[in-house]
């Protein structure tokens, strides 16, 4: 494991976001779209295979125990200024009971307990993260933070239990915020600490165009140009609302859609439940297929790809090696 730096494309990145947002933003989901359409159409084929009896298990189960952020980044509704949620905290039963079923199915895929939102507002987080350690000691447990609220104690704290932080420092500055700049100082002075993680600071720029979030991105709005790609996070992901929804992906952040309840259902039916089966066959060749998805412009992250790539190659299928800033 290592202690990590990463800024993007440097001063010249940082400069494209800021004087050509839309055009740097445009460019790069565009270049993502062309380099991923076969890997994406391989999977959905893989995972819509009428001969198997039921669907492979979620790449991604993203579990969001509270819906608040501290920070306030222009490209997310999620935003302290932009909040439109009602509060809500998950239950400790609810929780507790989601991870053991995903234990007794036998999860081995990537974790994270995040969704939009900012993890360590909720105080229970490192016992949770302690206890999805305990329970599915096989799963990659990942944690994204915006580190306002981080010190070196608390970094310290929740390590053991995870196989990746990583620290997004959001900023209009290019600089680590002060306590960031601590922890990143402490983290080289003493790596052989952080031995059983890969710590990875992100400088992020606060104000970035990305995408239009299924057109809530405050920033980038989009309700005419549907977008004829296809997505994969119904195939991939498993996101999972405070209140033990579960949602179609990180790109609802006002909470409106509901594929199953798992106050109600148990996890493995709800991956397959009937409104899951039919967004699939919904937007298997394009977004258009689905309303909340056609103008969304959301391109899979670097983490999920790479899980694609592995669950194609243990079943046969050769797609070259990758190499992921998510892989251990």
């Not at 306002?148 to 608390?154: A, P, Q, S, T, Y």
Request: with cysteine; aromatic share 12%.
């Amino acid at each position: 494991m290592s202690v990590r730096y990463h800024n993007f494309g440097g001063i010249i990145g940082w400069n494209l976001q800021k004087i050509f947002p839309s055009l740097s933003a445009n460019s790069y989901l565009k270049l993502q779209f062309i380099t991923r359409r076969k890997l994406q159409r391989r999977y959905i084929d893989h995972f819509m295979d009428e001969g198997r009896a039921e669907p492979p298990m979620p790449l991604v189960v993203n579990l969001e125990t509270i819906n608040r952020c501290n920070s306030d980044c222009a490209f997310c509704t999620a935003n302290r200024y932009a909040e439109k949620r009602p509060l809500q905290k998950m239950d400790e039963d609810l929780f507790h009971s989601i991870i053991d079923q995903l234990s007794d199915w036998g999860y081995k895929g990537h974790l994270t307990l995040y969704g939009n939102n900012e993890p360590w507002l909720d105080k229970r987080i490192v016992e949770f993260h302690k206890y999805c350690r305990e329970k599915l000691p096989d799963c990659y447990i990942f944690m994204s933070t915006n580190g306002l609220l981080l010190n070196v104690e608390k970094v310290k704290s929740v390590i053991p239990y995870v196989d990746q932080l990583i620290i997004n420092n959001y900023c209009e500055n290019m600089k680590l915020h002060k306590n960031i700049q601590e922890i990143y100082d402490y983290a080289k002075a003493h790596e052989d600490e952080f031995a059983s993680v890969d710590l990875l600071f992100q400088m992020r720029y606060a104000k970035a165009v990305l995408t239009n979030r299924a057109g809530s991105a405050p920033n980038k709005k989009n309700s005419t140009k549907i977008l004829k790609e296809t997505c994969l996070m119904p195939y991939t992901d498993m996101f999972i609302f405070p209140d033990g929804r579960m949602g179609i992906c990180c790109c609802d952040n006002y909470e409106k859609t509901t594929l199953a309840d798992l106050k109600e259902t148990p996890v493995k039916e709800a991956w397959n439940s009937d409104m899951y089966r039919h967004i699939r066959e919904c937007i298997k060749y394009s977004r258009a297929g689905y309303p909340f998805c056609k103008y969304c412009d959301f391109i899979d992250a670097g983490l999920r790809m790479d899980a694609v790539d592995d669950a194609l190659q243990n079943k046969g299928i050769q797609h070259g090696a990758r190499q992921s800033l998510f892989r251990k």
